[in-house]
């Protein structure tokens, strides 16, 4: 299907989506070694004492404790503690608040302290009005510290931005359009075409995402993932036929990650692309079989059709490998590594996909196909083809944020549910999960 061509995107020029040479166990094997050697999480213990202080409204001790040994103020984290009890007591902060003491003097290293600084001041507040009832956080004047402090008006844009704080709207366009400092030339553009969108004036917004991929540094730099969650939960039991509404959340979420990112909504019609639908293959859990299948006998899809190329599938995979594609059990430890049920990483077109490319189940796919492009199942990796990642590095804020829609909060309901459908069902397997040939060739379609 024919669309309007998007300079931006033409400019990015990712040539194929990749997935073609892609090869499916060694990716796995990097994310599986990645996920082994991952730190723990560690905690500032000086950090968690002063915020408890904080959240007593302790604010005299923890100043006083600052001021007598400045050496306490050992982190960005610390700093914004600091400058929050100040503000909070003393109406705001004194130019020498705002110093950074510096061995050489080194111009770029003083603009990131800065950020820095601004950067962790932003989302402590942000984590407190998110999490806590306190009004003494009211007493926060945003714009008068963005006069005094650029950095921070820079991040206070961006959180009014992300949480649609819209009474806002017209004092960050005014400041934006204030920057005038060539240090923050690539966050006046990020900010100006994230506006744009909000506003609805994609033109503008395109204009603005030109503007900024020029002026952006360090395309390549590691992209930093930041998550979006469903917020709806139900019992294992009701999970099944709640499921559409599950989806209807999940797109939203996906909607919004989107609009953050500045993503083409409909990326794979725009490349004329269906890669993914036919040198990947998605896995789905049982309540996601449930599911398909019923909207299949709702909406009269010729179920049939989809059996026929299925068995088609699992012959080639019996003639090439020996053994059909399986239904496994995630929770047998020889099962739950990724890529089990695809074991010899055939490749095959999706029985839903269409002579012209398109996918004939779209209303009802999986969560992989769903979110492929703009979703994770982890803290540092994002699912996606070129055509995503492109877009993602162009367009990610100066500090490499990607906002995702994280896949853990839906996987971890239907592991739920399956759990509770598959002991209904009397099926083999505690936790079933299985690609769509194995589905439609070994379940029995008539159980609900």
Known sequence: MGHQKIDYLENLDPGKS????????????????YENGLPGQT????????????????YSQLISDFSEDPSLISSFELKALDWLCKIITKGGLKKSDFKILLISQNKNLEHSLRLANAKAFVELYESLVQNINNDDLDKVDIWSLAAQSPELGIYFSQYFLIYK???????????IQDINDECFSSWKYYLLAFYYRRTGDNISAEKAVTTYALKLSEQGKALKIKHLGIQRFYAAENTLKNWSQILAEYDEIQSEAELRMG??????NYFNCS????????????????HLKAWMQKTGYPIEKIITKSKEIQKQSQKLFGEALPIVDKTLAAEKKRGQENPNDLKFDCPFLSEQGQCTCYEARPILCRGYGSSSDNDFSLKACHYYRKQYQAQSNPDKNA??????????????SDKFLSKKHGLAQVEPRATIPAWFTTVHLDKN
């Open 275 to 290: 890669d993914c639908c036919s040198y990947t293959y998605p896995s789905l859990s049982y309540t996601e079989f449930q």
């Open 165 to 175: 704080i819209e009474e806002q709207y017209k004092k960050l366009f005014d400041y």
């Open 403 to 416: 906002w995702v829609v994280d896949l853990r909060e839906i996987q971890m309901l239907a592991r739920s």
């Open 43 to 58: 905690y500032d213990s000086t950090y968690i004492k002063y915020l408890g202080f904080f959240l007593k409204k302790n």
């Open 263 to 268: 993503l083409h909504a409909d990326t794979c």
């Open 18 to 33: 990749g997935l073609k040479e892609l090869d499916s166990k060694s990716l796995y094997k990097e994310l599986e070694d």
